[in-house]
């Protein structure tokens, strides 16, 4: 869902990106697109990217929302939850 702040017509008109369930960020439009500014830790790969228009972010931003409910989905068929599991320990290096 696309919600316009300012006239899209001027140099910093912004538009709040939100995917099913969440705010994603917002796009503020520069002389060269529109830059993404994430609201949350789940969009952070996309701070920062620069896109054609609100729309193009809005995609990518229903792509990622959809990739990261998969890897969910996936991880708790296969025991619980891959993001709360402790990161295994390093070998220890042989004398």
Excluded: C
């Excluded at 300012?6 to 912004?14: H, K, Q, S, T, V």
């Excluded at 060269?32 to 990518?60: C, H, M, T, V, W």
């Excluded at 998969?70 to 939850?81: I, S």
């Amino acid at each position: 869902m696309l919600n316009t702040y300012g006239n899209d017509n001027n140099e910093g008109a912004a538009f709040v990106i939100e995917t099913a369930d969440t705010a994603a960020g917002i796009v503020v439009r520069q002389s060269d697109g529109y830059r993404f500014f994430a609201a949350s830790e789940q969009f952070n790969l996309l701070d920062g990217s620069i896109f054609k228009s609100p729309k193009a972010a809005q995609k990518a931003a229903d792509l990622m929302h959809r990739a990261a409910a998969r890897d969910h989905r996936t991880a708790q068929r296969f025991g619980g939850d891959w993001h709360d599991r402790p990161a295994a320990a390093p070998d220890k290096a042989r004398a």
